[in-house]
């Protein structure tokens, strides 16, 4: 099982970015998925999942109505639309297989969002 997660990068408040994480070692279709971010000195947070034909996403409430979650079955990867960031969103951004909390050590390199002006 591998991740590659893309897209990050430096950008002002209330801009946007999108993110993608390309899949590889399972059945991509047959799960679900989510993204998670990780801020220095603080816990790690599920931010959204996508069930696996992505019918049904859930939102963390900080990102809620500021990002989308979508998936592309072709190509085994998931994609995470942030919009209005904040410099609160700063973080670097991981992709897991699955919808429950996971505890783990990531299994891609994570990508970076910094907020900033």
């Known amino acids: 099982v591998q991740f590659v997660e893309s897209g990050g990068g430096l950008v002002q408040p209330g801009g946007s970015l999108n993110l993608s994480c390309a899949a590889s070692?399972?059945?991509?279709?047959?799960?679900?998925m989510s993204w998670y971010r990780q801020a220095p000195g603080k816990e790690r947070e599920l931010v959204t999942t996508?069930?696996?034909?992505?019918?049904?996403?859930n939102y963390a409430d900080s990102v809620k109505g500021r990002f989308t979650i979508s998936r592309e079955q072709a190509k085994n990867t998931v994609y995470l639309q942030m919009n209005s960031l904040k410099p609160e969103d700063t973080a670097v951004y991981y992709c897991?297989?699955?919808?429950?909390?996971?505890?783990?050590?990531?299994r891609g390199q994570g990508t970076q969002v910094t907020v900033s002006s």
């Open positions: 897991h297989v699955g919808t429950s909390y996971y505890r783990g050590p990531f």
């Open positions: 070692g399972f059945t991509f279709s047959s799960y679900g």
């Open positions: 996508i069930t696996p034909a992505g019918v049904r996403t």
